[in-house]
């Protein structure tokens, strides 16, 4: 019952460093996204996956990068990490098709940049 | 610009009253209306959904009431117990992309059943 695995659950960085985020789900959802939760605030879209090899912008996307080279994995990339990008990230995947097809969240990373 | 809105950052009800949860939006090409609850250090699960062609939509204790005309939706807990308290998100999509496209979330609701 593993559903969306989130790796690492931590992480400090300093200002400038890069790091990978990785999304794993096994539930062979088509769909896969990256969120990030601020204090205060809602869950805003960082990117999205609709398929394997394929991504898109969301609300937030500048600073991130992304890939999706499995259908499983979705990985998320700082490649010089900011104060600003302290936030706790959530990945988020669902099945293809129309109608009501709610999202599953992992347990998200904690990443604090200094 | 908030296109979903909780204007209730906390809620405090006693246990076994009844929960009343409210959301506002603004986009009305959303057509797809979802709760999540939220504890702490864990990721949102997904609670109940309604989709803008329902009025109201029940699920044992949990049930969704959209009103399209106001771009309003409430969720009801009854009886509220104890393990309900948490951070409740309203959450909103449009399905004219495909069903693909992400959620966008208002900012929470922190609910607390004291006893």
């Known amino acids: 019952n593993a559903g969306v695995t989130q790796t690492p659950k931590f992480r400090v960085l300093k200002t400038g460093q890069s790091m990978t985020l990785l999304c794993a789900q096994d539930?062979?959802?088509?769909?896969m996204y990256w969120y990030r939760q601020d204090p205060g605030m809602g869950l805003r879209l960082i990117h999205y996956?609709?398929?394997?090899?394929?991504?898109a912008k969301g609300e937030v996307p500048d600073g991130y990068n992304v890939s999706r080279l499995k259908k499983q994995n979705f990985l998320l990339g700082l490649e010089s990490a900011a104060p600003s990008q302290t936030s706790v990230y959530f990945c988020a995947s669902s099945p293809r098709g129309h109608g009501n097809q709610p999202q599953h969240f992992g347990d998200g990373t904690r990443l604090s940049i200094l | 610009d908030q296109q979903v809105k909780q204007n209730s950052p906390s809620l405090s009800v006693q246990e076994g009253r009844i929960s009343i949860l409210n959301c506002d939006y603004t986009n009305s090409m959303f057509d797809y209306f979802l709760w999540y609850k939220k504890y702490p250090a864990e990721g949102p699960t997904f609670l109940i959904s309604?989709?803008?062609?329902?009025d109201k939509n029940e699920d044992g204790r949990f049930t969704v009431f959209l009103n399209k005309s106001a771009k309003h939706l409430s969720l009801h807990i009854v009886p509220s117990q104890p393990g309900d308290s948490a951070v409740y998100f309203c959450?909103?999509?449009?399905?004219?992309?495909?069903?693909?496209?992400?959620?966008?979330f208002g900012k929470g609701t922190h609910l607390i059943i004291q006893p």
């Open positions: 959450a909103a999509t449009s399905y004219s992309g495909g069903g693909a496209d992400g959620l966008t």
């Open positions: 309604i989709s803008s062609i329902k």
């Open positions: 996956s609709v398929g394997e090899g394929t991504t």
């Open positions: 539930m062979n959802h088509e769909y």
